[in-house]
């Protein structure tokens, strides 16, 4: 007898209950829906989306720890190390000055602000001041020393990434220089924290779709449908303009690794999905720091590129400050030279790296962008208020994707990406059995089987003075009359 197929609401009950992408996608349509026709009601429900942030937010600095520490011990070479530290900082520095020269042009084109006529008297400038809460950018020099740690416990409790990574290197050089046989019980606890803390990631990750529920039902709770009509021009060139880097990003992907960026959203569309429903990138640093190793990259490339990405490879955000500050300038009647607009892109470069968890700091960069000029009222700044949560979705996914895309680049740059295996799981031939631990099927798998594999520290090494060499171990296995010797 031919197996009977399950009815149609039997396999989406059970898509339901396997694939964290539906939920995801349930839960956003249910929170749109929630805050239209129940606003007062849905911005209460803004704790859901805050409190699994915080969740996350828990095991990312220890989770970033463990990774740079055993991605520096398992290479074995401190200066590769600190090459890849350089060419992210060179790959940052040209993707975000490509991402505010695209913005540039493209609202020059546009002009999204044109004909609107505004009197920057007649706007709130109280209003970007209560949203900033009175912060300022940090300078040049703040942001150096705020990044060195002033001890080591403050970094982790403090979740300063910057910080963290630094004491993951310091650690992680000791490690190599004391070597396996003066600290042998180090590095596998190490990695067994690390072990746990994905095991931990899984656990939260099951609590996604009520995140995304929350925090979309807030979002139009709150500023409703209607403010997307009222700056529809600019939100469609933010969002085309994004699109425009996108493509971008897949031409430089393919070329400089061979890979397939489509191929790539794809294999982290629930990443995606669930980053566009809680306006943050943080909440998928675990996940997408897993994945990107199993597709291939380096332990030591994925933990220095990434979480530094998120400090100074803002692309999303360098979009959106560079066609705000022209916006702003239109809208105003303000029109600027071509020298003036150069003095934006020089501007924003230095002020969008310090921009990462500062509140209100897109309206920081626009002040002080508008400061510098000269020509633009500060006040107009607050024009961008009704619109900068909208806006919050564009930039979450282009920083995710500049990111991820720097991390493949970096590392193939340096020789740490594995291009065979990384095809491989795009195209979805490898890791089908570590993909349904990742979306909890069954709520039996987590990602967790997958990092042993990685491993090149067996328990008996621990016993021994050195580790054994491939080539005797090789002969060990092809011979077997050798301990015969031994025992007579």
Known sequence: MPPSVPS??????????????????????LGILVGKLWPDTATALQPLGDGFTRLIKTVISPLVF??????????GDLKAFGRIGVKALIWFEVASTAALIIGLVTANVVGPGRGMNVDPSSLDAAAVEETTGGGHLPTTTEFVLNALPHSFIGAFAENELLQVLIL???????????GHTKVPKILPAIEQAQDIIFAVVGFIMRLAPLAVFGAMAHLVGNYGLGV?????????????????????????????????LWKFLRYIREEMLLALGTASTESVMPRVMQKLRRAGARDDAVGLVLPTGYSFNLDGASLYLSIGTLFIAQAVGVDLSLGQQITV???????????????????????????SLGAIPAGAVALLLGVDRIMDSMRVVTNLLGNCVAVFAVSRWEGALDTERAKKVLDGEEGVGAEKGLDGEAGTETPVPEIPAQKTTEPADLDEPREPEPLKASKDLKAPKEPAPEAG
């Open 228 to 260: 997307m009509r009222t700056y529809a021009k600019l939100i469609v060139l933010c969002y085309v303009a994004a699109a425009l880097f996108v493509a971008l990003l897949a031409i430089a992907l393919k070329l400089v690794t061979g890979l397939s």
């Open 168 to 178: 993951a290197c310091l650690v992680g050089a000791a490690l190599l220089h004391l």
């Open 66 to 75: 463990c990774v740079v520490v055993v991605g520096i011990a398992k290479a």
């Open 345 to 371: 892109v020089l501007v924003l470069m230095l002020t969008s790296k310090g921009m990462a968890g500062i509140p209100g700091s897109a309206f920081l960069a626009l002040s002080a962008t508008a400061s």
């Open 8 to 29: 149609l609401p039997r396999r989406v009950a059970r898509t339901l209950r396997t694939s964290l992408f539906a939920q995801v996608t349930c839960a956003l349509v």
